[in-house]
């Protein structure tokens, strides 16, 4: 087995645009990068129409096939369900951000 890349994590997330408000679930194999992106609104559509930037929720995954899948599976939830998943980790709905640094 090679050396991994610790920016190299699959990782699947969820951002809120605040308590309880607009949810968007995303995967990606570098979630600092990436939930920089969205804070600073380089991720063209959903996520910066609607200010979606705090990240509430991550789990990370041994491959990305396993984060694509946990992906859609949370997207086909109901919304209750997600915010029960963030709830259960992060009640005051901080955002996790600063801390994966």
Request: hydrophobic share 35%; net charge positive; with cysteine.
């Amino acid at each position: 087995m090679g050396s991994r890349n610790p920016d190299r994590q699959p990782c699947v997330y969820l951002l809120a645009s605040g308590r309880n408000g607009t949810l968007y679930v995303g995967v990606t194999s570098n979630l600092v990068q990436r939930v920089w992106q969205h804070k600073n609104n380089f991720v063209k559509g959903f996520t910066k129409r609607y200010g979606i930037h705090t990240l509430v929720w991550h789990e990370v995954h041994e491959t990305m096939e396993s984060a694509i899948v946990r992906e859609k599976v949370i997207k086909a939830w109901k919304r209750s369900w997600k915010i029960a998943l963030v709830e259960e980790l992060n009640s005051g709905w901080r955002d996790l951000y600063e801390k994966l640094g």
